[in-house]
């Protein structure tokens, strides 16, 4: 399939992880554009609500009939009914009605922000909304040079396009911040064989409260072998 739908796909599965699928009940997109998203996102039957954000409110009014209910949604009626919202809104801004969500997306967004609206992202997200988890994909500059003729950027709109050290150092930097999220990274869309050291044509941060997967086996089983104390006395 093509990149952008290995993009969805591999943002669809984040929701389906095991760990934390059955709590994915509101899921808040920014960027949302022609809401492309929607259609892996009403496939997830724990899902009760998505919000779709974009700043372009004329890209939202022209695609609105993509999520009306069609046909088959009335003979096939799901047991927990889903409720669409759309606001034009910037990434940026906290809102009341980003409450309470148990996911962010945000594909191929970031590299569209001019740098005050990306320092403001991360009080927005991880500090007023507080996602369970929030997904950002972005182009991987490392892969440009398979592109024939390659200009600056992949789209005149871009503001920048990251290595996978820049965003990762990006991303990384904000679990610094906020402590309380931790983050991993995928690769989506390899190109042809031998460019594997070039990682692939977008990334993908993948941002993970961490109480959620504390009671985990697995993470129970590092704790019980973490050392955090200063023994100070020990009487035999
Ligand atoms: N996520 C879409 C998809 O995968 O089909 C495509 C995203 S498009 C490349 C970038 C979108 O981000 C545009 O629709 C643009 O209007 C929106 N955008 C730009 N700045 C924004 C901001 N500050 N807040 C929310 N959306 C923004």
Same mark, same amino acid.
């Given at each position: 399939p093509p990149v952008y739908k290995q993009r969805y796909s591999a943002v669809q599965q984040i929701l389906l992880d095991y760990r934390w699928k059955k709590y994915m009940r509101k899921v808040v997109e920014f960027g949302?554009?022609?809401?492309?998203?929607f259609i892996y996102l009403k496939n997830?039957?724990?899902?009760?609500k998505v919000v779709f954000v974009d700043i372009a409110e004329d890209i939202l009014v022209e695609n609105s009939f993509k999520i009306k209910p069609l046909t088959i949604d009335y003979l096939k009626r799901r047991a927990n009914p889903l409720v669409v919202d759309v606001y034009a809104g910037s990434v940026s801004s906290p809102d009341a009605?980003?409450?309470?969500?148990d996911a962010v997306i945000a594909i191929?967004?970031? @590299? /569209? +922000?001019y740098p005050d609206t990306l320092d403001a992202l991360p009080y927005n997200i991880?500090?007023?909304?507080?996602?369970k988890i929030a997904v950002f994909t972005t182009p991987?500059?490392?892969?440009?040079?398979?592109?024939?003729?390659?200009?600056?950027?992949?789209?005149?709109?871009?503001?920048f396009e990251w290595s996978k050290e820049q965003f990762q150092s990006w991303a990384i930097n904000i679990t610094h911040r906020f402590p309380q999220y931790t983050v991993y990274f995928e690769d989506i869309g390899f190109g042809p064989k031998?460019? @594997? /050291? +070039?990682?692939?044509?977008s990334q993908m941060a993948v941002f993970v409260k961490s109480s959620l997967v504390y009671d985990w086996p697995f993470n129970r089983a590092l704790s019980r072998f973490d050392k955090s104390f200063t023994l100070i006395d020990q009487s035999i």
């Open positions: 949302c554009a022609e809401f492309r998203m997830l039957l724990s899902i009760e009605n980003l409450l309470h969500t191929e967004l970031i @590299e /569209h +922000l991880f500090a007023f909304m507080q996602p991987n500059a490392d892969f440009n040079i398979l592109f024939p003729n390659f200009k600056k950027f992949r789209h005149y709109d871009h503001k031998g460019t @594997e /050291h +070039l990682g692939a044509c």
